[in-house]
C-alpha cells in the first residue's frame, strides 16, 4: 500500500532563513504528489502540485523519483508561513484518492 | 463561489450514541468525499462519491459508519454506535470533474468527541 512520510512533526525557523519541509513516500507507480497547508483557525488548502512545477507563496517542491521525495523549499521563511502542511499524493489508478502524511507543524519567529 | 459547508462544526457524545454529519458541496462538484481526522495525523479517506455514487468506500468501517448522498448534492455521514477512537475531525471535501488533477476544496470540519 502507498504510504507518505513526513518525518518532522515539527519544525521551526527564524524569519528570513531557509525551509525545508520533508516528504518522502512508498508507491511503485506513477503518483502525483501535492502539498496540503492549513493556516491557523483555516480549512485545508492546497499549495502546490507536481505537476504544475510552479511556486506559490515563494514555495517551490520537486519530485525526485529516485529518492521518492517531494520536499517543500522556500528560500526565505516569513512569519505568515506559519501553519500545518500535509504532503499528498494519488496514485494514478486510485481515482482520486488522496493518501496524507502526518503533516508538519511549521513555525516562523521574528 | 460559497466554500463546501458542513454542520454542526463542534460535537460532544458519550460511546454507544448516534451522531450524523452533513456536507453541502460547492455548487456543481460531482466528487464528494469524506475525511476522517485524528488529532495528530493527516486525513485518512472515507468514502469517496461521483454525483450519488460510491466510488470507494474500502476503509470505512461499515459495520458502524454509513454515508449517502443521494440526489448527488448533500451528503450525511452517521456513525452508530459511537466508539471513543471515532473522535475526530470529519472533513467533507468536494471536487469538480473527474480528473484528479483538479483541486478538492475542503470543508471546516466537524470535530466530534465521544466520551
Known amino acids: 500500500a502507498q504510504r507518505v512520510t513526513q518525518p518532522e512533526k515539527l519544525l521551526s525557523v527564524f524569519k528570513g532563513a531557509p525551509v525545508e519541509l520533508k516528504c518522502n513516500y512508498s508507491?511503485?507507480?506513477?503518483?502525483?504528489l501535492f502539498w496540503y497547508v492549513q493556516y491557523s483557525r483555516q480549512r485545508l488548502q492546497l499549495l502546490l502540485r507536481h505537476i504544475s512545477r510552479e511556486s506559490i507563496k515563494g514555495f517551490t517542491a520537486d519530485l525526485n523519483k529516485g529518492e521518492t521525495s517531494f520536499h517543500l523549499k522556500k528560500p526565505f521563511a516569513q512569519e505568515e508561513d506559519s501553519a500545518m502542511y500535509y504532503c499528498?499524493?494519488?496514485?494514478?489508478?486510485?481515482?482520486?484518492?488522496?493518501?496524507f502524511g502526518e503533516g508538519t507543524q511549521l513555525t516562523v519567529n521574528p | 463561489e460559497a466554500g463546501v459547508a458542513q454542520s454542526p462544526r463542534y460535537k460532544i457524545i458519550e460511546k454507544r450514541q448516534s451522531v450524523a454529519f452533513w456536507c453541502n458541496p460547492i455548487s456543481g462538484h460531482a466528487t464528494l468525499y469524506w475525511y476522517q481526522q485524528i488529532l495528530g495525523q493527516g486525513p485518512k479517506l472515507l468514502i469517496q462519491f461521483q454525483n450519488n455514487g460510491v466510488v470507494d468506500d474500502s476503509q470505512l468501517p461499515k459495520d458502524r459508519f454509513s454515508a449517502e448522498r443521494l440526489k448527488g448534492v448533500d451528503s450525511t455521514l452517521k456513525i452508530q454506535p459511537a466508539k471513543l477512537e471515532d473522535s475526530a475531525v470529519y472533513l467533507c471535501?468536494?471536487?469538480?470533474?473527474?480528473?484528479?488533477?483538479?483541486?478538492?476544496?475542503f470543508g471546516p470540519g466537524t470535530r466530534l468527541t465521544v466520551l
Open positions: 499528498a499524493l494519488i496514485k494514478e489508478t486510485s481515482g482520486s484518492r488522496l493518501t
Open positions: 508507491y511503485s507507480g506513477s503518483p502525483e
Open positions: 471535501a468536494s471536487k469538480s470533474g473527474r480528473g484528479s488533477y483538479n483541486e478538492q476544496f
